[in-house]
């Protein structure tokens, strides 16, 4: 269903100031979940040939949880954001500042782990051989955008979307997994009908979403 290609995304972004958007709207049936296969029609006029543009793009909302991650160390979120009750932005500081969340410094593990017996925890021994020899813990990534999309952390954080809203019961995981399908049609879907938008827009809160529509918010 997806048969637009990435050349074409790139052709039609340089064309962008010239396209003109009439709107995507989610067919009449589309639901706020990430688990069923909705799709959207971009419902767009665009000055491009057909053959290199398809103003009937379809994208998927919803697909299959992926596989979790193989990881160097088995750590789990679920002793130290669960058990332990530390806030997600003790580890993951950047999310209220910058673009990314980013994963914590070895530093940080090792302000409780100093401390913390290695006697038989074959996996809190690599990190302490890892803090030693001075190794950078290469954490494998679970959620990757593709370069071509804009994402700012910051904006959603500070706006109040909660990290479990696109993140899961992460603080009940062990191996670390991804929920949400990270598709166009995800974004679209909850931009659509985020309760935050009319909390901090009032009367322009409509305004606010046909911004937010706007191919140049996510692909600058
Ligand atoms: C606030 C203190 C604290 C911080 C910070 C911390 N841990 Fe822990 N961690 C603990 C405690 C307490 C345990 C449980 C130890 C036990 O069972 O004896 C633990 C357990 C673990 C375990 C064993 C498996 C598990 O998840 O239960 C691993 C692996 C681990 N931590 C890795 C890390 C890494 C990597 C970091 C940094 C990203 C980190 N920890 C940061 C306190 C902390
Ligand atoms: C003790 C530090 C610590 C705390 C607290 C913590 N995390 Fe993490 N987080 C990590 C580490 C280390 C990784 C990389 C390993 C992994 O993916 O499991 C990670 C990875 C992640 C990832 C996947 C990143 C990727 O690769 O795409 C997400 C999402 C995440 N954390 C969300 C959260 C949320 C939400 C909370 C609060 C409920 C939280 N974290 C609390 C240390 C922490
Ligand atoms: C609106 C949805 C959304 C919210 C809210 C959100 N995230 Fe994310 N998160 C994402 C997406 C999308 C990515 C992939 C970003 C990329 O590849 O550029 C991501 C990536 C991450 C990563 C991987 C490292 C990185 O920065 O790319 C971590 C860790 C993470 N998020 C933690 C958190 C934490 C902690 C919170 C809450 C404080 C949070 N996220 C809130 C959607 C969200
Ligand atoms: C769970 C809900 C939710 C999801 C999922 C979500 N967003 Fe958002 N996003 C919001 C809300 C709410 C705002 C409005 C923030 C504001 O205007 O204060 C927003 C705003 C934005 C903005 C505008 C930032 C700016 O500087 O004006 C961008 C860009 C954006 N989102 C990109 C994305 C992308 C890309 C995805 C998917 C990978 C995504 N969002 C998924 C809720 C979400
Ligand atoms: C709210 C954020 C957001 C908005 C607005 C948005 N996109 Fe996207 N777009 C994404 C994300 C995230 C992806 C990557 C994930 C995927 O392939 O669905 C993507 C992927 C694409 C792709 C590649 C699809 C593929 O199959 O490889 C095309 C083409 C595209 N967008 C065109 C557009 C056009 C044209 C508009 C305006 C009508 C638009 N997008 C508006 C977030 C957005």
Not at 70 to 97: V, W
Request: glycine content about 8%.
């Amino acid at each position: 269903m997806r048969q637009l290609t990435r050349v074409t995304l790139a052709f039609a972004l340089t064309l962008g100031a010239g396209l003109a958007v009439a709107g995507i709207a989610p067919s009449a049936n589309a639901e706020a979940s990430h688990e069923s296969e909705e799709t959207f029609t971009l419902g767009m006029k665009n000055p491009l040939p057909p053959e290199l543009f398809d103003s009937n793009l379809v994208v998927t909302v919803g697909e299959p949880l992926a596989e979790p991650v193989a990881q160097p160390i088995q750590f789990t979120h679920e002793r130290h954001a669960g058990t332990l009750g530390m806030d997600c932005t003790y580890c993951h500081s950047n999310a209220r500042k910058g673009l990314h969340a980013g994963v914590p410094a070895t530093s940080v593990c090792m302000g409780c782990h100093a401390l913390i017996d290695t006697t038989d925890r074959p996996e809190l021994v690599k990190l302490k051989e890892a803090w030693d020899k001075g190794e950078v813990i290469a954490w494998n990534k679970t959620h990757d955008l593709p370069d071509y999309v804009y994402f700012s952390h910051k904006r959603h954080v500070v706006a109040g979307v909660a990290c479990q809203e696109c993140h899961g019961e992460v603080q009940t995981m062990g191996v670390n997994e991804r929920v949400a399908s990270l598709k166009m049609g995800w974004c679209l879907d909850c931009h659509a009908q985020h309760p935050s938008i009319d909390d901090n827009y009032g009367t322009k809160a409509e305004l606010r979403r046909a911004e937010l529509k706007d191919c140049w918010t996510c692909h600058k």
